[in-house]
């Protein structure tokens, strides 16, 4: 059989985590990514009750702090880690339905050379290294952030991002389908067109429209005439509803300013665990209302609500240094 990037709300194995190890990415900010990174970690292991979760960092000091800030039964492992984005940087699973499980290692070249630390572009060589997995190296540049799927085949995508000619300028829309066919399972492919504002990552999808559901897609809705997002979310509702997918919605979280500019702040970089959904919070009005949506979408599990805004200073948020192991 064909193999298949499964939902994220299928069963975990585990959860890859990235712990900061540079204070120069986090300027002001870097014992808070750290406390927030591991508080995503604790909730997410759930005190047993969620998944094994497995946090990477740099070499054995970092795991000395590491091991001080999240429970015991979080384990650690050292991996010459450089930047903390998994999302983009590990290796992704795939299972084929009858017992088989993969892994794909996609090339990476820092969102288009625009930042690369030391280990980004092996670490996910050296991850899919310790789980025994057959791995298939792909030899065009791709981050796990600019996709998300509903487990069907159906993947959802960004123009910006993956025909930006920063990537793989020699691949255009039909052969990037074609690869993702074959590399993850794709059988479909709604192409929204811009992410986020000041989004470093060329507008990964995984900041605008997140499955909850087989063919339910979640969307912000602005709530505030002047969120600087709120035509790109008119846009994104527009192409998935002529596309034929049920849309749901989650408020945004409106316009979020460090230092005068608007950063990419948004409650769709939520993580989904076997026993919780970890939500990126902001201390913005709409922080409880996001809440409630996502108790809505997901009954099961337990929704936790974590400051974030010190990990987004370094660009990403939950979702973006973290990657899931499906089970068998």
């Avoid at 399972?185 to 990552?201: A, E, I, P, V, Y």
Wanted: glycine letters at 12%; hydrophobic letters at 40%.
């Amino acid at each position: 059989m064909t193999f298949r990037m499964p939902a994220e709300w299928a069963p975990h194995d585990w959860t890859w985590i990235g712990f900061p190890t540079n204070p120069a990415e986090w300027p002001g900010a870097f014992d808070g990514a750290r406390q927030q990174i591991a508080a995503f970690a604790n909730a997410l292991h759930c005190g047993g009750k969620g998944e094994q979760v497995r946090l990477v960092v740099a070499h054995e000091e970092d795991a000395k702090a590491a091991r001080a800030m999240v429970d015991a039964s979080v384990r650690i492992v050292v991996a010459n880690l450089g930047d903390v984005w998994l999302r983009d940087t590990a290796p992704i699973a795939v299972l084929n339905g009858t017992g088989g499980r993969a892994l794909v290692d996609f090339g990476f070249n820092g969102w288009g050379g625009k930042y690369q630390m030391p280990g980004d572009e092996d670490i996910g060589a050296r991850l899919a290294a310790t789980t025994g997995l057959p791995t298939s190296t792909q030899n065009w540049v791709f981050e796990g952030g600019a996709i998300d799927t509903d487990g069907t085949g159906l993947f959802v995508t960004t123009e910006q991002c993956l025909l930006n000619p920063n990537r793989n300028p020699d691949l255009d829309r039909g052969k990037i389908e074609t690869l993702l066919a074959g590399s993850l399972g794709l059988s479909d492919m709604l192409w929204l067109g811009d992410g986020l504002r000041n989004d470093h990552t060329d507008g990964h999808v995984d900041n605008l429209a997140r499955f909850v559901a087989p063919g339910v897609l979640a969307l912000p809705v602005a709530t505030t005439p002047d969120d600087p997002n709120a035509a790109i979310y008119a846009d994104a509702r527009a192409r998935a509803q002529a596309y034929g997918l049920e849309v749901v919605d989650v408020p945004s979280p409106g316009l979020v300013l460090v230092d005068g500019e608007p950063i990419p702040a948004s409650y769709m970089n939520f993580y989904i665990g076997n026993a919780a959904v970890i939500v990126p919070i902001y201390g913005q009005p709409n922080d409880q209302a996001a809440l409630d949506a996502f108790r809505a979408f997901f009954p099961g599990r337990e929704i936790v609500g974590l400051r974030s805004d010190a990990i987004l200073s370094g660009g990403g948020s939950f979702h973006c240094c973290s990657q899931q192991m499906p089970s068998l």
